[in-house]
């Protein structure tokens, strides 16, 4: 009866079946008699997310009150929707949820304790509250029965938005109300939703309210306590290169840093399957069992086993899995203030270094360019490589202005002794179509140097257009592929390519001029003269 009064508090009135922190296999069970999912040869399970298969950002919003008003960084990310449209579709939302058979969770994020957010979770479907528990961090048994949530987070896939009615622009959604602690998710299935709300409810409250950066990105500690974080957009390697076997996982993408640690927001993982295998990643391919979602995957004819290969729903197929389903994960996940920043960039022009050390300035400029490139396949009207930047590497999350990560970034760069490095995790000897992907061997080897610090005593070379340093060796890789140029048949070309991604640098900069020091400016590609 607790639990009843505790949703009719807030606005669901149960008129079917209320299931509260189900065990994992009772979600399963749950999910196989509803016919929404089947167990894989692995034991997983497998669930469609249906319409949508990845975030749509441009149905965002925040509700702009006295809160936010002056806060929050409006504009093409952060959409602004009104207090008066909140109440009404809460409303709408919590009434289709009433009639319901819904899944409650109570779960938290933050593994540090001065900063845990406690959060309720009502979903519409049991996988989706799978995916729930594996991917926030778990109550003890005994913290249950006096939980109490912070944030609500509601999400109701088969509840259709009417634009004209809602103020919605079409009838999927997710809106943030930072005043009430509400986050509504409608008309779309897609899980990644309830991770990235949470996510940009912690980048909202923790630099501005505790002065602590928020961070998209991985991260490790070797057995010395020495601690690596792993900067990258989606697809450029973050999960991947931070699931290292001879190193403990603090995280695999989103993390906080104040003056003493760098700690996990979540519980789990949520890794990207595409061409997934046992040998290039073990330790992902070794946690999709019984227990972990996977979404969107097909399998080879016949069987149940999953065809890593195959994207003919999308390419954006995931694992959802508790950070424990990975050997050495890191119990607590809390590390020490980080010795080595790597910032992850799959350039699929070919022209930047598979391995370069940033000075202060030039870390600051690549945090907020947060560059990397979508290729040719992708998606549709893709011919050609396509620059992407993402401030901070994770400009979709912000609800404030990158410049106030930016500043966090800088101000702990220059009172800790860091090094930070460029990893071009994409092509060498020319572009996507002409070049090769860089070996994962390869950029593990790098990555392995300069944890063993084979490094430290290396000639470096400075790049003529980018002023990166260029190790002039490195243990484990070919000398010629650690200078782009040289792998390219005709240097020309190579030439007229990196000028061109250059530019696109500059051209990209130009909105943060005004926010950035000397330093940083100075940070810029060698000829941002030339070419302004």
């Known amino acids: ?9 807030i606005g669901i009135i149960p008129d079917k079946e209320v299931y509260w922190n189900l065990s994992e296999p009772q979600l399963i069970s749950q999910t196989l008699r509803k016919s929404q999912g089947v167990i894989t040869s692995s034991g997983a399970l497998a669930c469609d997310t249906g319409e949508f298969t990845g975030r749509s950002p441009k149905d965002k919003y925040i509700v702009m009150d006295y809160e936010t008003k002056d806060s929050v960084w409006w504009g093409e990310v952060n959409h602004p929707f009104m207090p008066e449209d909140f109440e009404r ?18 779960a938290y994020a933050c593994a540090k304790q001065e900063y845990r957010l406690n959060l309720k979770v009502v979903t519409e479907t049991p996988w989706a509250n799978l995916f729930v528990n594996n991917l926030f961090l778990r109550p003890a048994k005994h913290e249950l029965a006096a939980f109490e949530h912070e944030w609500l987070i509601l999400c109701a896939p088969e509840f259709k938005a009417i634009p004209e009615i809602h ?7 997710t809106i943030i109300n930072f005043t009430k602690k509400i986050i509504l ?11 990235k709300g949470i996510f940009t409810v912690l980048n909202y409250i923790l630099p501005f309210k505790k002065n602590v950066l928020s961070m998209h990105c991985s991260a490790n500690v070797g057995a010395d306590g020495d601690t690596s974080v792993f900067f990258g957009l989606s697809g450029t390697g973050k999960t991947t290169l931070s699931a290292d076997p001879s190193r403990k996982l603090i995280g695999d993408d989103e993390h906080g840093w104040d003056n003493e640690s760098v700690f996990n927001f979540e519980g ?28 969107n995957v097909r399998f080879f004819d016949g069987t149940f086993i999953v065809d890593y290969d195959n994207v003919s729903v999308t390419e954006n197929t995931r694992a959802a899995y508790p950070i424990d389903f990975i050997d050495n994960a890191l119990r607590p996940s809390v590390g ?29 400029y690549h ?21 992407t930047f993402s401030a901070c590497f994770g400009k979709p999350f912000l609800p404030l202005h990158p410049t106030k990560y930016a500043e966090l970034l800088g101000k702990k760069l220059r009172e800790n002794n860091i090094n930070v490095w460029l990893i071009n995790t994409g092509w060498s000897g020319g572009s996507y179509g002409t070049g090769n992907r860089i070996k994962l061997a390869y950029t593990r080897a790098m990555i392995a140097a300069v944890l063993d610090r084979k490094l430290e005593k290396t000639d470096f070379i400075q790049d003529s257009v980018f002023g990166l340093q260029i190790p002039a060796e490195c243990d484990g890789v070919p000398s010629e592929i650690l200078h782009p140029k040289n792998t390219w048949t005709d240097q020309a070309w190579y030439d007229e390519k990196a000028l ?27 000829v941002r003269n030339e070419i302004k």
């Open 268 to 295: 789990g993982c949520y890794a990207k399957c595409v061409n997934l295998s046992e040998e290039k990643e073990p330790q992902i391919f070794s946690a999709i069992r019984f227990g972990t979602l996977l979404e």
């Open 367 to 387: 945090f907020i360019s947060g560059y990397t490139a979508k290729v040719a396949g992708t998606e549709a009207g893709v011919t050609e490589p396509q620059t």
């Open 336 to 364: 020490k203030i980080p010795q080595n920043i790597f910032f992850l960039t799959c350039d699929a022009f070919g022209v930047l270094p598979p391995i370069s050390k940033l000075s202060v300035g030039q870390a600051m």
């Open 89 to 106: 579709l809460y409303m709408d939302v919590t009434t289709h949820l009433s009639g319901r058979d819904i899944y409650v969770r109570d």
């Open 500 to 526: 061109h991604l250059a530019k696109e640098f500059v051209q990209n900069f130009k909105s943060f001029e005004a926010f950035a020091d000397l330093e940083t400016l100075n940070g810029g590609p060698l």
């Open 185 to 195: 998710i409608g008309g779309s299935a897609y899980t990644g939703e309830i991770k």
């Open 1 to 9: 009866m607790e639990y009843l009064e505790s949703l009719k508090n």
């Open 167 to 173: 103020k919605t622009r079409r009838h999927n959604f």
